[in-house]
């Protein structure tokens, strides 16, 4: 059963079709990956299916929901997280706080049981920081809780980015090229992390650019080129798929000329 | 530690009316205590929520006329409204600031940043352009006289010393309510919309929800020291609504440092008592805006993150 269904979704930014008419599933357990050369629109369909920015056209099925148009943080509490493709954590706070955050869904507090100090607030704050140290401890920053987020290097600001992404407890996990700028270590120790979030029943959408990661890690891989999909396969399949070489050398083309 | 510190805090200023004997010093710690409740209102915000109102003194004077009308009592075309006790005339105020502060947190969501501030000067505006032209109701710029002050369980709050602990008390709750709202899931909301929004919505945060509970209960606090103040000076006039005290609570807060606890208190405190205390030495009032102004700017420029960070860091280096 596809958990994501997206159905002839378009994004127009004024004379510019970032996205055609794109098709795709994700199945419930996979890990598809979505790639293809700078500009071709991986990012604009992420921010179109997670309730960035109103597609022009189309629709996108979460658990057979059409989520077109609803806000964000619900499409967010139905199981749909995207992280991003920028660095992005909540800066001035400590890694701790930051998972507490993502934890947000998962709190039950009422403004007045707040305010009023119930005793059930305290015994939820308990429970939360017990979870968010838990997830610390899952992506190895358990030494780094209390270190504002903004100060850590920057491959475990990515790694937080994800555990924040964990707490919000997707179901569907978008990631928007997660090792970027990680050195090779990182990233094979990354793709392990990928196999562990696997395990815990998340299915991934996974937009990245290391092509070593995503063969090693995707079940199917979608190749977009200028808003359009060109491919579609196994990684072995798209490896090999002539119009994928083409849009890829062409990019690395358009670049030594410019 | 820290605890031992709070608690002889408070007894010192919950004693201080019977050692310090001085009407004229319990007059301004009153007015400062009344300012330093606004500036904890507005720091949450500020600080945490990240929303600069330049405005927020709408909710102080909406709060002043809103419970001096309804202790009053009033007889207009539409509506009479015969006196009431004071105390519900207070929570009348707290509520009418709150509600305004409803709307003004729903708009806070279509609108933010730069066009927000504005929003929010041209709402104390309109606020206090109603207050002027509303003579029936208003009096106008005659001001509202004779407002009385609060009696509650037999006691009235008429002198100096009983307005000081009504003040320092709801000044204490209002911390309390500030302290348990950002140490929970709602203030961490905040936090992390003020922070970084987008990352604050991909992990469910509300935006509306969020920015209106901040707007709500900070108008309403807001809402709660214009009433206090109301019923202390008895006289409310729309002078109330002068840019300047917006000013006086954002300097408040932005000195003090914003998004701590402590620095709405520190900060009120400072820029509280210092014209007062400058006047102590007979110093020129022109020479007193200078140092006020030059010790506003010295904290800005040395300490932008604001005076308890900066104390914070320091003992921290300490030990
Ligand atoms: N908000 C926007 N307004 C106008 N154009 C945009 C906007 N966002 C993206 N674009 C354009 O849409 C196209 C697709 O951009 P997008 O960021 O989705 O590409 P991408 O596949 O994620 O690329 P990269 O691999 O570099 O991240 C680009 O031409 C880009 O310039
Ligand atoms: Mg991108």
Redesign the interface.
């Known amino acids: 059963m596809a958990l994501l269904a997206v159905n002839n979704l378009s994004v127009r930014f004024g004379g510019l079709l970032a996205i055609e008419s794109l098709s795709l599933e994700v199945r419930e357990g996979e890990v598809l990956s979505l790639i293809g050369p700078n500009g071709a629109g991986k990012t604009t369909a992420f921010n179109a299916i997670?309730g960035?920015l109103r597609p022009t056209g189309g629709e996108v099925f979460f658990k057979d929901k059409n989520i077109v148009g609803r806000?964000?943080?619900d499409i967010?509490?139905l199981g749909l997280?995207?992280?991003?493709q920028k660095t992005?954590?909540?800066?001035?706070?400590s890694a701790l706080?930051n998972i507490?955050?993502?934890l947000?869904?998962t709190?039950k507090?009422s403004?007045f049981a707040?305010?009023l100090?119930l005793p059930s607030?305290a015994r939820?704050?308990r429970l939360l920081a017990a979870e968010a140290e838990r997830i610390l401890d899952f992506v190895n920053l358990q030494n780094k809780k209390d270190e504002l987020a903004g100060a850590l290097p920057y491959g475990e600001q990515r790694l937080l980015e994800v555990a924040?992404?964990l707490?919000?407890k997707p179901k569907l996990l978008l990631l928007d090229e997660p090792v970027s700028g990680m050195n090779p270590s990182e990233t094979a120790s990354f793709m392990a992390k990928l196999a562990e979030i696997r395990a815990l029943g998340i299915t991934i959408l996974l937009v990245e650019h290391d092509m070593k990661m995503v063969m090693g890690v995707s079940d199917r891989v979608v190749c977009l080129s200028q808003g359009r999909i060109i491919a579609n396969g196994t990684p072995a399949e798209i490896q090999s798929n002539p119009e994928v070489i083409r849009a890829y050398l062409g990019e690395r083309h358009k670049r030594v000329v410019s | 530690m820290k605890a031992a510190f709070t608690i002889a805090g408070l007894v010192v200023l919950a004693t201080l009316p019977w050692w310090l004997d001085n009407p004229y010093i319990l007059h301004v710690l009153i007015v400062t205590g009344i300012f330093i409740i606004a500036a904890i209102s507005l720091n949450l915000l500020l600080g945490y929520a990240g929303q600069l109102s330049l405005g927020h003194v709408a909710f102080f004077g909406i709060g002043a006329y809103a419970s001096s009308l309804v202790s009053l009592g009033f007889d207009i075309s539409l509506l009479t409204l015969k006196p009431k006790p004071v105390w519900m005339a207070m929570l009348a105020g707290i509520a009418a600031a709150g509600l305004c502060g409803w709307l003004i947190g729903r708009i806070a969501f279509k609108v933010r940043g730069a066009y927000f501030v504005i929003v929010s000067i041209s709402f104390v505006e309109v606020v206090r352009l109603v207050a002027v032209n509303w003579v029936e109701l208003t009096q106008g710029p005659m001001a509202l006289n004779n407002i009385p002050p609060l009696s509650l369980l037999g006691i009235s709050f008429l002198k100096k010393p009983s307005n000081y602990w009504l003040v320092l008390t709801v000044a204490v709750i209002s911390y309390v309510l500030v302290k348990r709202l950002v140490q929970s899931k709602a203030g961490r909301a905040m936090v992390a919309l003020a922070e970084n929004e987008p990352l604050a919505r991909s992990v469910g945060v509300d935006v509306t929800r969020t920015l209106v509970l901040a707007t709500v209960v900070s108008a309403a606090m807001a809402g709660a020291a214009g009433a206090l103040y109301a019923h202390y000076i008895r006289i409310v006039d729309p002078d109330v609504f002068l840019f300047i005290y917006t000013v006086t609570m954002v300097i408040m807060v932005v000195t003090g440092g914003k998004g701590t606890l402590a620095g709405p208190i520190i900060g009120g405190l400072i820029f509280g008592l210092l014209p007062e205390g400058l006047r102590a030495f007979s110093i020129k009032p022109e020479i007193q805006w200078i140092i006020y102004g030059v010790l506003m700017l010295a904290v800005v420029y040395f300490l932008p993150a604001g005076i308890v960070p900066a104390l914070k860091r320091r003992l921290r280096w300490l030990s």
């Open positions: 997670s960035y806000n964000t943080n967010a509490a997280v995207r992280t991003f992005s954590v909540f800066p001035n706070r706080e507490l955050i993502g947000h869904l709190s507090q403004p707040i305010m100090a607030v939820d704050e924040i992404a707490a919000a």
